[in-house]
């Protein structure tokens, strides 16, 4: 066994890049928005993998700097605590699909540099979104290549099956089954009026019993009445 390898991993692989996740709060909101409606939507998928700001390292090598996608989905992983993304040891499967949001931080160089890791090791969507001025872009992988897409606007996710739609100014992102993806705020409501609509239902059948008791006691107090006056309510035409 080398040197090298008697070195705890964790001190070679270190779980941070002492960067702050996100620059500003709009950028925060993206980042958040699509990580956990990307968790709802596979929920029960036990082997999709969602992060965000995971230090992904796709070798074993201190000579590749790593980097941690604002989100990333890999398909083909447990979900699970990770303190790091270390693809050595995830059967060697890279993420799919990743997705950055700008900040006032970054600049062409530091993207570039981006897309190229994610060109070189395996990442077969790409997503970029500038929240200020509402661009998205967007890469496929084709002949072992990431190919940018030049319309954006209605174009779905082979691997998410979700849509974008960047017509309308700021940047809209639809389930599969047409649901618009929300905020947690939006997404609360939600809750609250199913709630609400389940407890109505329940009153609406509770006042349906209550009615169908009532003319049941009805019922058996005119057949007492009719019994009383020597009439049979069973032989009533």
Do not use: C
């Not at 040197?3 to 996100?22: H, N, R, T, V």
């Not at 590749?64 to 083909?76: E, K, Q, R, S, W």
């Not at 693809?87 to 570039?112: A, C, G, H, R």
Request: proline share 5%; no cysteine.
């Amino acid at each position: 066994m080398t040197i090298f390898e008697q070195i705890d991993p964790d001190l070679l692989y270190p779980d941070s890049d002492g960067k702050p996740m996100a620059d500003n709060t709009e950028q925060y909101r993206w980042i958040v928005l699509i990580k956990e409606n990307l968790e709802i939507l596979f929920a029960n998928n036990d082997n999709v993998l969602i992060a965000g700001d995971l230090l992904w390292y796709p070798v074993r090598s201190r000579l590749i700097t790593p980097t941690a996608p604002d989100v990333m989905v890999v398909f083909g992983r447990a979900k699970g605590k990770r303190r790091s993304y270390r693809q050595w040891q995830e059967d060697n499967i890279p993420p799919q699909v990743v997705f950055e949001i700008l900040s006032y931080s970054n600049d062409t160089k530091e993207m570039e540099r981006k897309l190229e890791f994610y060109d070189t090791y395996g990442v077969e969507e790409y997503y970029l979104y500038d929240p200020e001025s509402f661009q998205l872009d967007g890469w496929l992988r084709q002949n072992n290549h990431l190919n940018k897409l030049w319309q954006m606007d209605s174009w779905i996710s082979p691997h998410l099956g979700i849509r974008f739609q960047t017509g309308l100014g700021e940047l809209v992102i639809y389930r599969p089954d047409g649901q618009r993806f929300l905020n947690s705020l939006e997404l609360n409501q939600r809750a609250e009026q199913a709630e609400l609509l389940v407890e109505q239902e329940r009153q609406r059948a509770e006042q349906e019993r209550q009615r169908a008791e009532q003319e049941r006691q009805r019922a058996e107090q005119l057949a007492a009445y009719l019994r009383n006056l020597g009439i049979d309510p069973d032989n009533l035409p």
